[in-house]
């Protein structure tokens, strides 16, 4: 079937403005109504087969396929090494103080990233390759409140 480049140019156009389940309602529509098999709209239009096959299915069918994008991408750390947590506030605890202005309610970790990475290798049984890098180790210390950063009082004096 010839189609004239305006029109193609106008469903592919479209297509790319809409998202998810009204995409491919879209989509199936166009194959409909233009009686073009999935294979032939691939062609023409640059539309994934897949994406063509589950919107004729939708439209077949009548239900709408949830888009799972929260389950796409990698997982945390926390995923892999459920008990990473604990361990970290394990090691740290004993390396704790608070900021002696009392100014704020944060909790300072006398100890680097890197050197907790080196006590969960040694201590707690992890091995180099499970654990992940040391900016990974100090942002989750970060998020369980532990920062790492010099205190106060232990600076040198300025005269």
Not at 53 to 79: I, N, Q, Y
């Amino acid at each position: 079937m010839e189609i004239a480049v305006a029109l193609r140019d106008l469903l592919i156009e479209t297509a790319e403005s809409l998202c998810g389940a009204e995409r491919r309602r879209f989509m199936a529509n166009t194959l409909d109504k233009l009686q073009l098999g999935q294979r032939q709209a691939a062609d023409l239009f640059g539309w994934g087969r897949d994406t063509l096959r589950k919107a004729c299915h939708e439209r077949r069918s009548g239900l709408t396929c949830a888009d799972a994008f929260c389950v796409r991408g990698r997982k945390p750390v926390e995923f892999h090494l459920p008990h990473l947590f604990d361990d970290l506030r394990g090691l740290v605890q004993d390396h704790l103080q608070t900021d002696p202005t009392f100014q704020t309610t944060g909790l300072y970790c006398r100890l680097s990233a890197s050197e907790v990475r080196k006590q969960l290798i040694e201590r707690r049984g992890y091995t180099d390759e499970q654990l992940p890098s040391v900016q990974t180790i100090a942002a989750k210390l970060n998020l369980l409140g532990f920062r790492l950063r010099t205190v106060v009082k232990s600076r040198p004096q300025k005269k």
